[in-house]
């Protein structure tokens, strides 16, 4: 009797995803460091989807956090990462445990990610994310000698943000800005909204920050559909700008029929 065993390693998955999406790693790569350019980053090429050791591969602590952040606007994706242990195949002859390297999402229960990583010149590598009283933060830390330091120094940095720091959400999603007028709209107005929370650090040493910000709409016309971008609302601190964020309707509205206009 003869036995096969196939071992396929995180690598080997993901050249096999990125085949899969753009036909070759190669390809897949170019998607890559483009999505980086769009998303600003300066200090960050990708010649491989792996992340293994290359010429010419390299990234910064700064442009990790960056790309963290984007990727956790996926919500879905911290309902893996926060998982400690599970089998694969599971309540099968074949099951196959698995263990997430990131031991701190086993013992903090406001870590919920993200992603370790390991080669010779990197040393250990963990990019980290946890959520308190509202405020999610993101860590980095690279070139770690073991596990251990890995873990201990991601923790003390997500510590210390918690106690240091605390959001305010200045404008929510959920609340309405106003109302603007709809051009030949079945409805002659709509309340308009962010696209996502306006949120403000602040210090627990120092004083609350002095946050004002104004709203600059365009001409509405009908139709207008939910996630629409109708304007930007500024956010200015003592006077100087420092973010601003899409506007759009709350609720979608379909043109109007000849006769609601001709009423009008």
Request: contains cysteine; proline residues 0%; charged residues 30%.
């Given at each position: 009797?003869?036995?096969?065993?196939?071992?396929?390693?995180?690598?080997?998955?993901?050249?096999?995803?990125?085949?899969?999406?753009?036909?070759?790693?190669?390809?897949?790569?170019?998607?890559?460091?483009?999505?980086?350019?769009?998303?600003?980053?300066?200090?960050?090429?990708?010649?491989?989807?792996?992340?293994?050791?290359?010429?010419?591969?390299?990234?910064?602590?700064?442009?990790?956090?960056?790309?963290?952040?984007?990727?956790?606007?996926?919500?879905?994706?911290?309902?893996?990462?926060?998982?400690?242990?599970?089998?694969l195949?599971?309540?099968?002859?074949?099951?196959?445990?698995?263990?997430?390297?990131?031991?701190?999402?086993?013992?903090?229960?406001?870590?919920?990610?993200?992603?370790?990583?390991?080669?010779?010149?990197?040393?250990?590598?963990?990019?980290?994310?946890?959520?308190?009283?509202?405020?999610?933060?993101?860590s980095?830390?690279?070139?770690?000698?073991?596990?251990?330091?890995?873990?201990?120094?991601?923790?003390?940095?997500?510590?210390?943000?918690?106690?240091m720091?605390?959001?305010?959400?200045?404008?929510?999603?959920?609340?309405?800005?106003?109302?603007?007028?709809?051009?030949?709209?079945?409805?002659?107005?709509?309340?308009?909204?962010?696209?996502?929370?306006?949120?403000?650090?602040?210090?627990?040493?120092?004083n609350?920050?002095?946050?004002?910000?104004?709203?600059?709409?365009?001409?509405?016309?009908?139709?207008?559909?939910?996630g629409?971008?109708?304007?930007?609302?500024?956010?200015?601190?003592?006077?100087?700008?420092?973010?601003?964020?899409?506007?759009t309707?709350?609720?979608?509205?379909?043109?109007?029929?000849?006769?609601?206009?001709?009423?009008?």
């Open positions: 009797m003869t036995f096969y065993c196939f071992l396929v390693t995180a690598r080997d998955a993901t050249v096999a995803l990125a085949e899969k999406i753009a036909g070759t790693e190669k390809a897949f790569v170019k998607l890559m460091n483009d999505k980086a350019k769009s998303l600003g980053l300066k200090n960050t090429n990708f010649v491989n989807a792996t992340g293994l050791d290359a010429d010419n591969h390299y990234s910064t602590a700064y442009d990790m956090a960056v790309m963290a952040r984007e990727l956790v606007k996926h919500e879905k994706i911290l309902e893996f990462s926060s998982i400690y242990e599970d089998y195949r599971k309540n099968t002859e074949n099951s196959f445990w698995l263990v997430n390297t990131n031991k701190l999402v086993k013992f903090y229960s406001y870590i919920d990610g993200l992603k370790t990583g390991f080669t010779d010149n990197a040393g250990y590598c963990l990019t980290a994310t946890g959520k308190k009283n509202n405020m999610r933060l993101i980095v830390v690279m070139g770690e000698d073991n596990t251990d330091n890995r873990s201990a120094d991601t923790l003390a940095m997500l510590d210390y943000g918690f106690n720091y605390y959001t305010d959400i200045v404008v929510s999603k959920d609340k309405s800005l106003g109302k603007v007028d709809v051009n030949l709209g079945d409805k002659e107005s709509v309340d308009i909204t962010v696209t996502s929370d306006i949120s403000i650090l602040n210090n627990t040493q120092e609350k920050r002095n946050i004002v910000y104004e709203i600059d709409t365009k001409n509405v016309n009908a139709p207008v559909k939910v629409d971008i109708i304007g930007k609302i500024k956010v200015y601190e003592d006077g100087k700008y420092i973010y601003e964020e899409d506007i309707v709350m609720e979608d509205i379909d043109k109007a029929n000849i006769f609601k206009i001709f009423i009008r």
